[in-house]
Each structure stands twice: as structure tokens, then as C-alpha cells.
């Protein structure tokens, strides 16, 4: 059973930064997806991020593009969110997850891992 841990998250202010991590239990994971979604209260979880475990092409939601980036550091697992710029409409719990695959997905159902949330509130 593969487990994800997430850190980061807290209070800001609007057009601080905030960077969320996720570290898994497993070394490695040979085609597999990663992402991160988020879930404001009284709404749906939503795609924000995603990337390949391997690297290469990412995704982003319309919402985020151009001020969050998805990583992960070669040298150890954890998969980054940095967020940039942040707007009081991007408060929410983050979930980071993995999934099976060699495609990018937005689609939470793609997904089997998943931490526990964090959450990120940005106040105006």
C-alpha cells in the first residue's frame, strides 16, 4: 500500500506564495501520473496540476496557468505545487495523488493514491 504525506499549506495574503509538497512511501513509480486537485467547500474536487512521474509534459487548470508549477526532485520522490501569486479564490484543501498511466489526466477517477489534504486559505 503505497501512502502519500502532504506539508505546506497554511494563511496567506493575496499574491503570496505558498509551495505544497507530497512525499511517498514508494521510491519509485514506473509510469505512473501525478497531480494535484483541490476542493473548496460546498464544491466538486477539481483538477489543478499534472505531470508525469517521470517527468516531461505537464497540465494545468485555465485557473492556475502561468502562476503554479508542478515538479518533482529527481534526487528524492516528493511532487511540488508551487503557487504563485495566489488569489483568495484558490482557497481550498489540496490533495497531491498518483495514479496508473503514460498520459497526463485531469480526471480524479485516473488516480488509486491520494494524501490526506492540506489546506490553503489566502485572504484578500
Known amino acids: 500500500q503505497v501512502q502519500l504525506v502532504q506539508s505546506g499549506g497554511g494563511l496567506v495574503q493575496a499574491g503570496d506564495s505558498l509551495r505544497l509538497s507530497c512525499a511517498a512511501s514508494?521510491?519509485?513509480?514506473?509510469?505512473?501520473?501525478m497531480g494535484w486537485f483541490r476542493q473548496a467547500p460546498g464544491k466538486e474536487r477539481e483538477f489543478v496540476a499534472a505531470?508525469?512521474?517521470?517527468?516531461?509534459?505537464?497540465d494545468y487548470a485555465d485557473s492556475v496557468k502561468g502562476r503554479f508549477t508542478i515538479s518533482r526532485d529527481n534526487a528524492k520522490n516528493p511532487v511540488y505545487l508551487q503557487m504563485n501569486s495566489l488569489k483568495p479564490e484558490d482557497t481550498a484543501v489540496y490533495y497531491c495523488?498518483?495514479?496508473?498511466?503514460?498520459?497526463?489526466?485531469?480526471?480524479?477517477?485516473?488516480?488509486?493514491?491520494w494524501g490526506q489534504g492540506t489546506q490553503v486559505t489566502v485572504s484578500s
Open positions: 495523488a498518483v495514479g496508473r498511466g503514460t498520459a497526463l489526466s485531469r480526471r480524479t477517477a485516473d488516480y488509486i493514491y
Open positions: 514508494a521510491r519509485t513509480f514506473t509510469n505512473y501520473r
Open positions: 505531470s508525469m512521474w517521470s517527468g516531461g509534459s505537464t
